[in-house]
């Protein structure tokens, strides 16, 4: 089956960084698009970011971009998202999840295995 873990949540202020991880095991997902999400209190899961298996392709929500990066490592096995300049709109529990193999995509539903979440909270 396969886990995804994410870590690195945090309580921070307005204009700090935090860089999350997202590590898998049981199974890699070196060959898979993979993705974060988030979801605030009371509202819908949003997509936040997502880059392809090979990294060639990365693309950014309009609310995140040019403060948060994704890279991702296929030999640990791990992808990242670091924030910078965050906002307290930002706070949220973060998700990662595992997409299309070989295949770049951006739809929700493509995304079958999902982490546990970690909580971003920042304060203003």
């Known amino acids: 089956q396969g886990q995804l873990v994410e870590s690195g949540g945090g309580l921070v202020q307005a204009g700090d960084s935090l860089r999350l991880s997202c590590v898998a095991s049981?199974?890699?997902?070196?060959?898979?698009?993979m993705g974060w999400f988030r979801q605030a209190p009371a509202k819908e899961r949003e997509f936040v970011g997502a880059?392809?298996?090979?990294?060639?392709?990365?693309f950014y929500a309009d609310s995140v971009k040019g403060r948060f990066t994704m890279s991702r490592d296929n030999a640990k096995n791990t992808v990242y998202l670091q924030m910078s300049s965050l906002k307290p709109e930002d706070t949220a529990v973060y998700y990662c999840?595992?997409?299309?193999?070989?295949?770049?995509?951006?739809?929700?539903?493509?995304?079958?295995?999902w982490g546990q979440g970690t909580q971003v909270t920042v304060s203003s």
């Open positions: 999840a595992a997409g299309g193999r070989f295949q770049f995509t951006l739809r929700t539903a493509d995304f079958r295995s």
């Open positions: 880059i392809s298996w090979s990294s060639d392709r990365i």
């Open positions: 049981g199974r890699s997902f070196s060959a898979y698009t």
